[in-house]
């Protein structure tokens, strides 16, 4: 296991369209984020899960976002309905129990909407 | 809610110097702060955390200083080389509500001049 894997890298989609992104975490780490990076930025907060419970989430994440961990590994976020403001770079990252912060992010999902 | 800043934009240093980056928050109870590294086209970094009882620590070529007193922090980079050139983040949280989710700053951009 090198790290965090996210899939796809590049997402290019038509406005009102759905998409998913994949996350696959460092596979002893129980706690799995999501955040999201514009240009120019750092990242944002989006949503948290320890093993397959979705404990916190930022109030960027509009109704349209859902996130899941269904087996507590990896997990997906899917974007319905997607606006010109929903581009941007989607990170993951991951951590272990016992080293809370210095968790380990993914190279990202960079998504377009046109 | 935590608000974190970063003082320049733009850090450009000849090879060999030291480097110096800034960073500001707004909320005093933060108590963990983390400096992250983001090289073009990939996720943050882990460089170095401290947390708010302590005032400095020291990793490979760089030291991270915190001032809570006045809410700044600074990570020091020594003898900075090429492949230092990168953008730079630091994030905070704090642990009064039991959040689990960093607030990173906007970021600096360090330009290393051969």
């Known amino acids: 296991d090198t790290g965090v894997s996210q899939n796809p890298r590049h997402k290019i989609t038509k406005r009102g369209q759905n998409v998913t992104f994949r996350c696959d975490p460092i596979?002893?780490?129980?706690?799995l984020y999501w955040y999201r990076q514009t240009l120019g930025q750092g990242p944002e907060f989006l949503t948290y899960?320890?093993?397959?419970?979705?404990?916190?989430k930022s109030r960027l994440l509009s109704d349209r976002f859902s996130a899941e961990r269904p087996k507590g590994s990896f997990s997906t976020l899917e974007i319905q309905r997607t606006e010109q403001g929903d581009s941007a770079m989607y990170l993951c990252?991951?951590?272990?129990?016992?080293?809370?912060?210095?968790?380990?992010f993914g190279s990202g999902t960079r998504l377009t909407v046109v | 809610g935590e608000s974190v800043g970063l003082h320049l934009p733009t850090l450009s240093v000849q090879e060999g110097d030291n480097s110096i980056i800034n960073c500001a928050y707004s909320?005093?109870?933060?108590?963990?702060f983390i400096w992250y590294k983001q090289e073009s086209g990939k996720g943050p970094q882990f460089i170095i955390d401290?947390?708010?009882?302590?005032d400095k620590r020291q990793g490979q070529r760089v030291t991270v200083l915190l001032n809570k007193t006045v809410k700044h922090l600074s990570l020091q980079i020594a003898a900075t080389q090429p492949g230092d050139s990168a953008v730079y983040f630091c994030?905070?949280?704090?642990?009064?509500?039991?959040?689990?989710?960093?607030?990173f700053g906007s970021g600096t951009r360090l330009q290393v001049q051969p």
């Open positions: 990252a991951s951590s272990s129990w016992d080293s809370l912060y210095g968790y380990t």
């Open positions: 596979s002893e780490h129980n706690r």
């Open positions: 899960f320890q093993n397959e419970a979705q404990l916190e």
């Open positions: 909320n005093s109870a933060s108590d963990y």
């Open positions: 401290i947390r708010s009882n302590m």
């Open positions: 994030a905070g949280d704090s642990m009064d509500t039991g959040r689990r989710a960093l607030t």
